[in-house]
């Protein structure tokens, strides 16, 4: 049997061998020669015993032994004082200090071994009481830990079955009671959940749902207890409330302050509670308290248990919510709480039942929010979010339940409808547009839309519910080709649909049938008259049309999102052309490409400048890019962005068609742009119409004031040129000079160094 370890404390030599010769035979030794090598040695060693000196030089014997029972890793190590101090005081504060014995040197060795004998089976017989009381701990643990296993084994089957939220409850109070061991177990659940707040400490809205244990009487007091606002009374449930975290008392004789509740349950012999919050989404929705009969119920095993136990009811609460969010999502939009396209055609049907019945007319109203693409690119989908949201809520707000109102795509609103005398449908249009053009407050900012609606009528324009939607949604595209806020319904607009649906089917086959050139036309130096750019302007080779002008196929390409493919031939070609020309030793100039709206917002447009300008071993100042100021404004933090690469890059960077927009050239600024071009909308009746004399000198000068160059675009006549020559214009485009030309012209005019003659306006080759 391996003996107890004893710890001997004495600095003199002498006296350690003297105890080494007592004690050695039987017992595992440990020596110390100071107060702070015992210290040391018996929180290393945990020895059964230390024989410890008084007189020693470092700190006496007392100190060592306050030291000892100070410190928990040591303060049950029993102490036998050896000392030569004899005197009773000596001994009194020995055994004052924390001491079991004390030994007068010189020792005698019978006398030292009987103590320490006694004292390690003193030491044995209390390390085998505590196992044993221990062990009665740990039984008792394991019984309640397996009740509250048990408690969520059979919780967690019956949540498998379960598919209401009533029933839940009921039976988890069911099964905490009669299988999880508890007292009493009730829960209190809020119709509206909330986010954790600190002072959410009323419980008024919360219903007390489910119970077990709790008598009539028990219950009526409780629910007149929760109708008390922010009292001392339900501490608990209001703290988990409050936090969205579990609460627990393990003895309610001692919880703070005078909650009558507690004090109820106490009477009821209930010495412990715990609260668990209940959860769907992230929102506190329910609170479930458990009450025991022991104190000390929950520990740290057995919190965690019930927090598991937590978890799985609200998971199983969440699972209840989604199958009814499924249910709800099958005939309503989930972000507006509008009727969907399913439930819309449904009560469409019924109104031209019932107006088949009574002859009426019933129309339909397609609505598209204008640009919204741009909010959720520039601002955000949770911006974009909130803005459907607040639309979908002004049209509900306004049009139901007279009229059936739902919202059928991601920026697309329907209302339809009876015809009646006094609510004509263009009257109903109006009130929508002004509607959705008043401020919209969103996220600290205020925001205006603009829609394009189209209107459909039973049964002038179809006979069925679908078609009727189809000439709807028609009627809304053709208005947003038409620029106009709303348009009706004709038979027309069709054919206008499936002839762009036609030109869409024969561009793709264009772009894969390599059927696009480039024309090429000259921007003129007006101080010197030399050629010093171009603008490549793309043609369409149509087998059938020869030649197609941009304008009859980009709307299309754009609408249908070609434009990118389109867009990515146009400047891999031009680099190449570029390139041949540097090569063939030509006087190249830089050459100037139109892009999109959609073309640059797309985020590969950088990288495909530079993968081409890279493949054709081209420097970046060779190509110019223009963008309109109708493009700029549609997202101006992603364009500036954008165009801050590009100048970094050192691309040139042109402001095209200013004028014809909204916004300041002041306003522009803020781009780095390096030069504007006047639109030829302001160039062809100078000199001559005041008005653009006035707005084309001012633009020029306001240029000139930031550091931008001027380009006219569409100067035809000699009146024009000596107009803005005198203005200061710094270049011109237009037919004056030359048309776009092919490839092969412009090459000849740059290797015959093509110019115009200034002085009177003639023109030479």
Not at 55 to 75: A, I, R, W
Not at 460 to 481: G, I, M, P, R
Not at 717 to 744: I, K, T, W
Request: proline share 4%; net charge negative.
């Amino acid at each position: 049997m391996m003996h107890l370890p004893v710890l001997v404390v004495d600095d003199e030599p002498n006296n350690l061998a003297l105890i080494q010769q007592i004690l050695g035979k039987d017992y595992q030794l440990f020596f110390a020669r100071s107060g702070a090598e015992c210290l040391k040695a018996a929180k290393k060693h945990q020895p059964a015993l230390i024989l410890l000196d008084i007189q020693m030089p470092d700190m006496d014997g007392y100190l060592v032994c306050n030291t000892l029972k100070s410190d928990p890793s040591t303060e049950n190590i029993p102490v036998i004082f050896v000392s030569a101090l004899s005197d009773v005081g000596n001994e009194a504060a020995g055994f004052l200090c924390g001491g079991v014995d004390y030994l007068i040197k010189p020792v005698s060795p019978a006398l030292v071994l009987a103590r320490v004998k006694t004292h390690l089976s003193l030491v044995r017989a209390s390390r085998l009481e505590a196992y044993i009381e221990q062990l009665e701990i740990e039984r008792a643990k394991t019984t309640r830990l397996s009740r509250i296993l048990a408690f969520l084994s059979n919780t967690n089957s019956m949540i498998v079955r379960t598919k209401d939220t009533r029933t839940l409850f009921n039976e988890a109070c069911e099964i905490a009671v009669k299988q999880g061991g508890f007292g009493i177990a009730w829960i209190i659940q809020t119709e509206a959940p909330k986010q954790m707040d600190s002072n959410m400490t009323d419980l008024r809205e919360l219903t007390l749902v489910a119970n077990t244990g709790l008598r009539t009487n028990q219950q009526t007091h409780l629910l007149e207890q929760l109708k008390v606002p922010n009292s001392d009374t339900l501490d608990i449930p209001r703290q988990v409330y409050a936090h969205g975290a579990i609460r627990f008392c393990n003895d309610i004789r001692n919880y703070p302050g005078a909650d009558p509740h507690l004090q109820d349950m106490l009477h009821l012999g209930l010495l412990s509670v715990v609260g668990l919050p209940l959860f769907t989404f992230e929102k506190i929705v329910a609170i479930m308290v458990l009450y025991a009969r022991d104190a000390n119920y929950f520990d740290e095993e057995e919190l965690k248990l019930l927090s598991e136990l937590a978890g799985d009811i609200s998971f199983a609460l969440q699972a209840i919510e989604y199958e009814k969010k499924a249910q709800f999502l099958s005939y309503f939009d989930a972000l507006t709480a509008l009727p969907n396209t399913a439930l819309f055609f449904d009560r469409l049907h019924s109104l031209i039942k019932a107006a088949q019945a009574n002859e009426d007319s019933v129309f339909v109203i397609a609505i598209n929010i204008h640009h919204f693409k741009q909010i959720n690119d520039s601002l955000g989908r949770h911006i974009g979010d909130q803005v459907l949201r607040i639309v979908g809520k002004r049209l509900h707000e306004n049009f139901s339940p007279h009229y059936c109102v739902a919202r059928t795509g991601a920026d697309n609103f329907i209302i339809a409808g009876s015809q009646t005398r006094s609510e004509k449908a263009a009257g109903l249009c109006k009130k929508i547009l002004v509607l959705l053009e008043s401020n919209i407050a969103v996220d600290q900012m205020q925001l205006n839309l603009s829609a394009h609606l189209g209107i459909a009528m039973y049964p002038a324009d179809a006979s069925d519910s679908e078609t009727l939607f189809k000439n709807a949604e028609a009627a809304v595209k053709q208005s947003k080709s038409d620029k106009t806020n709303f348009t009706f319904y004709s038979p027309d607009i069709n054919a206008k649909i499936i002839k762009k649906i036609e030109t869409e089917q024969l561009l793709r086959a264009a772009i894969h049938a390599d059927q696009f050139i480039l024309h090429y036309q000259p921007k003129i130096d007006l101080k010197t008259g030399e050629i010093v750019a171009a603008e490549a302007l793309i043609r369409w080779q149509h087998p059938l049309q020869n030649i197609v002008l941009p304008t009859e196929f980009i709307p299309v390409a754009e609408e249908s999102g070609m434009i990118l493919a389109i867009g990515e031939w146009v400047i891999r070609s031009v680099c190449a052309q570029q390139a041949t020309w540097l090569q063939d030793a030509m006087p190249v100039v830089p050459v100037a490409l139109n892009l999109s709206a959609l073309q640059f917002t797309n985020n590969h447009l950088l990288d495909i400048v530079q993968d081409s300008l890279k493949q054709h071993h081209l420097a970046p100042h060779w190509i110019e890019l223009e963008l309109t100021e109708t493009m700029v404004m549609e997202n101006p933090e992603a364009t500036q962005r954008a165009m801050h690469k590009f100048r970094e890059m050192g691309i040139r960077l042109y402001l095209d068609d200013f004028g014809t927009g909204y916004s300041s050239l002041a306003y522009l600024k803020r781009f780095p742009f390096h030069a504007v071009k006047i639109d030829r909308t302001f160039v062809t009746d100078i000199p001559h119409n005041t008005e653009d004399t006035v707005i084309a000198t001012a633009i020029i000068a306001m240029a000139h004031s930031l550091n931008m160059r001027v380009i006219a675009e569409g100067v035809e006549n000699e009146d024009q040129l000596d107009f803005l020559r005198h203005r200061d214009c710094d270049e011109m485009q237009g037919y004056l000079f030359s048309p776009p030309v092919s490839a092969q012209e412009f090459a000849t005019m740059l290797r015959k160094g093509k110019r115009i003659q200034l002085k009177g306006c003639d023109l030479s080759t």
